[in-house]
């Protein structure tokens, strides 16, 4: 009796290939589904960044509501089940910039306790990245802020040029440091017809490793600011020591040392050299400029003083247009008045941070646009895919 063979049935299961990705079109072909985009700004002009963002990647800004209570509390609903997924929160930041924390902080727990899968926070700027040292009696609070992301349920961040390479190791999750770099090197090839005349300056001696960078890729020369312009809030003291012990008006307390003469030291025995304090002499200008575009580049211009100072020395120095290329442009206070009625011929920034406002006081204001390395990130993180090619010819330095 002939024995019958089971198993004939699997030819007519129909097997499903994965769609091959496609960089042909200007919407990208996520292949893996199982994820959401949301954005945590309760205010309208934040969340542009965030449609450019979803734009490309071809799916809707998620469902959810932020908004603040009459008591100023903040509050989110999410309207969509997100259990399982994974969930990339997009927040930037606007002037009001612990309003726009809080808000991150609340909708990521609110993910979490939601059962998300993975919580990735996309944060162009990274807040309080500037106090990242310690400062006198103060504290590192952009440690403290990683600590809350961590605490409220995030388990990766992508951000873009932060202050302090060295911030990625405040954070207890992976870090995805993104250069804007290769868009604002872009922008000078097409946008500055005589570039090839132009030269990276360096604001000071501490961002000279970003201009070189510049000025290797661009095959430019390479210029250097140093000291600082009088009457400026930055010249006062860093806060880097300590005031010297005084004797306490009680008498003695038993705490201290004997000390018989007033000329002797404060503690007898203890001989320490005593530092020189720092004293930065004029701006002045290390390279020429002479008859050139001057191109200073940094990674924010927040305050502007001192970019309006060193255009001034530039073009006394020979310098015919004086360009600002910055990643962040927080653009604070007057920074839009003052840059109008300055030497500076044109300011360049990314859309990192949202300044159209500025831009309507201040026409010398130029945004690139930086969501696509952005979604990119996004849909390589999501596929499991490396993210190797975002950071292609960067070194360590850079």
């Known amino acids: 009796m002939p024995v019958r063979r089971f198993g004939g049935h699997r030819s007519l299961v129909k097997r499903f290939e994965t769609p091959k990705l496609s960089y042909g079109f200007s919407k990208m072909n996520v292949s893996k589904s199982g994820y959401r ?19 490309r990647l071809g799916v809707e800004l998620g469902k959810s509501v932020v908004y603040q209570e009459g008591n100023a509390e903040t509050r989110v609903d999410v309207k969509e089940s997100v259990r399982g997924q994974d969930i990339f929160i997009i927040q930037t930041i606007p002037r009001d ?38 400062r006198k009696r103060g504290s590192i609070v952009c440690k403290l802020l990683a600590a809350m992301l961590a605490k409220a349920g995030l388990t990766h ?15 207890s999750f992976p870090v995805d440091n993104l250069r804007a ?7 000078i090839q097409e946008e500055i017809p005589d570039y090839r005349n132009a030269i990276i300056v360096a604001k000071s001696p501490s961002s000279a490793k970003r201009a070189q960078s510049y000025a290797e890729r661009l095959r430019l020369g390479l210029a250097v600011l140093h000291g600082t312009a009088p ?6 003291t860093d806060g880097l020591y300590s005031p010297p012990p ?4 009680a008498g003695h307390t038993g705490l201290e040392l004997p000390c018989s003469s007033r000329s002797r030291a404060a503690f007898p025995g203890i ?10 002499p004029p701006i002045t200008v290390v390279g020429d400029v002479g008859g050139r575009i001057a191109i200073i580049v940094d990674d924010i211009i927040d305050d502007v003083e001192e970019f309006v100072a060193a255009a001034e020395i530039l073009k006394e120095r020979g310098a015919y247009k004086i360009f600002i290329m910055a990643t962040h442009g927080l653009l604070s206070a007057e920074a839009p008045r003052l840059i109008e009625e300055s030497a500076i011929d044109e300011v360049v920034v990314t859309n990192t941070v949202p300044h159209e406002v500025q831009k309507l006081q201040c026409p010398k204001i130029k945004t690139v646009d930086v969501s696509m390395i952005l979604a990119e990130a ?6 499991g895919e490396s993210m190797a090619y975002l950071f292609r010819n960067i070194a360590v330095d850079d």
């Open 37 to 55: 985009v949301f954005s945590a700004n309760s205010s309208s002009a934040c969340t542009e960044l965030a449609k450019k963002i979803t734009e």
């Open 97 to 134: 910039v612990n309003t726009a924390i809080m808000e991150l902080l609340i909708m990521a727990y609110a993910l979490k306790t939601s059962c998300a899968k993975n919580i990735i926070g996309v944060i162009p700027y990274f807040p309080y990245s500037k106090q990242c040292k310690m």
């Open 157 to 171: 961040i992508i951000t873009m040029d932060l202050h302090q390479k060295e911030i990625q190791g405040f954070f």
């Open 181 to 187: 770099s290769p868009f604002l090197i872009q922008y």
């Open 231 to 236: 009457n400026l809030e930055s010249n006062a």
């Open 246 to 249: 005084t004797r306490s008006s």
């Open 271 to 280: 001989e320490l050299p005593m530092m020189m304090a720092k004293e930065k």
């Open 378 to 383: 996004i849909r390589r993180i999501h596929n």
